[in-house]
């Protein structure tokens, strides 16, 4: 089932009005005109052991979606288009009762549409996809588990998205092949796309030989990162999905004054932000105050605020352009007009 809720956050939409040429001795204008970012794209497979050995973390299993949900909606802002699934030993996909896929999507355009393909929030959708008896028989392989769900869900994983893997299990591997081919067949996922980012996440019983061998060859690339399941904190291990990729600048306004008051003497500014939104110049308020989310929720309304940032901007008053609702990596394109007397 598909919902999608529409968040009507412009009042209208309007062209940018150029500013009036001021009636003072001096002035200046700064202008900004920024192109559009692309939105980050995160295919994740969750690989999960469901022997027998693993029922012993189930309340700890339990946190997964919620701890998961919280690293991508972190390192996003809420942005990120999102693919995400979840496999067992068996190495086949889960998928929700009447589900058209069998993973989940959710995903925010610029216009702030929200479309995702399941009821409810993330981590309800996702809990109910991890949820066994863990009375799998077979051996525990989460390395075979992992190659033949990524090989046999062809519209999971996206060319142009980043891939990420989230591997469970409370006992070693038994897969068939040698640790050092799945480390191969891993970084093989790259390709040729330099743009491409894949990394593992093990949470695992150490020592287990042939998990740690894995591990340690990754690490050695960048491409893995594990923490033992008895550890108190699973951060560690789910980091990677925190990364954003994209494209951004410091925009720096060359000589903009901080006096936002017009009630004040000295120098003054009068700014506007216009977005270019599903082919429309839509105008962004500025900030009450200036404040900025955390990045923990899905986005917010967009505003705009000037910010004192003396180590990235050497000139002027060190003023450089925030961002909030959007961000400076994700932003669609934009015309920033500034006038300073």
């Known amino acids: 089932m598909r919902a999608a809720l529409l968040v009507p ?44 050995g693993l029922a012993a973390y189930r309340d700890r299993i339990a946190e997964i979606p919620a701890l998961i949900t919280d690293a991508i909606d972190r390192g996003g802002a809420g942005w990120t288009d999102l693919h995400i699934g979840v496999t067992f030993n068996d190495g086949r996909m889960q998928r929700l009762p009447g589900a058209a896929e069998s993973f989940l999507t959710r995903s925010i355009d610029f216009a702030y549409t929200r479309d995702q ?22 051996p525990t392989q989460p ?31 038994a897969s068939p092949l040698g640790v050092a081919e799945y480390a191969r067949w891993i970084r093989a996922l790259v ?23 894995l591990f340690t060859n990754l690490r050695a690339t960048g491409t893995g990162m594990s923490t033992s399941i008895d550890a108190s904190d699973y951060g560690a291990a789910l980091v990677s999905l925190r990364s954003v990729t994209g494209w951004g600048g410091v925009p720096c306004l060359d000589a903009a004054p901080l006096d936002a008051d017009p009630e ?17 110049l839509r105008t962004v308020p500025g900030c009450d105050g200036g404040s900025a989310s955390d990045g923990a929720q899905m986005p917010g309304p967009p505003c705009f605020a000037l910010a004192s940032d003396a180590q990235n901007c050497i000139t002027g008053d060190h003023l450089v352009l925030k961002l909030h609702g959007y961000t400076e990596s994700v932003h669609p394109a934009y015309r920033f007009e500034c006038l300073m007397r």
């Open 9 to 52: 956050l412009f009042a209208g939409c309007v062209e940018t009005q150029h500013l009036d040429k001021p009636e003072v001795d001096s002035s200046h204008v700064e202008v900004r005109e920024i192109p559009e970012t692309r939105l980050p794209k995160l295919d994740v497979l969750i690989v999960i052991d469901d022997a027998p």
């Open 117 to 138: 393909d399941f009821e409810g929030t993330l981590p309800d959708a996702l809990a109910r996809l991890i949820t066994t008896d863990y009375t799998y028989g077979g």
């Open 143 to 173: 390395l075979a588990a992992m190659e033949h769900a990524l090989e046999t869900s062809g519209q999971f994983v996206r060319s142009d998205a980043d891939l990420a893997v989230v591997m469970i299990s409370a006992t070693d591997d």
């Open 191 to 213: 390709g040729m796309q330099w743009h491409k980012h894949v990394f593992v996440s093990g949470l695992y019983a150490q020592p287990a030989p042939r998990l740690d061998e």
């Open 264 to 280: 004040s003497a000295g120098k003054q500014y009068d700014c506007s932000l216009s977005v270019l939104v599903d082919d429309e």
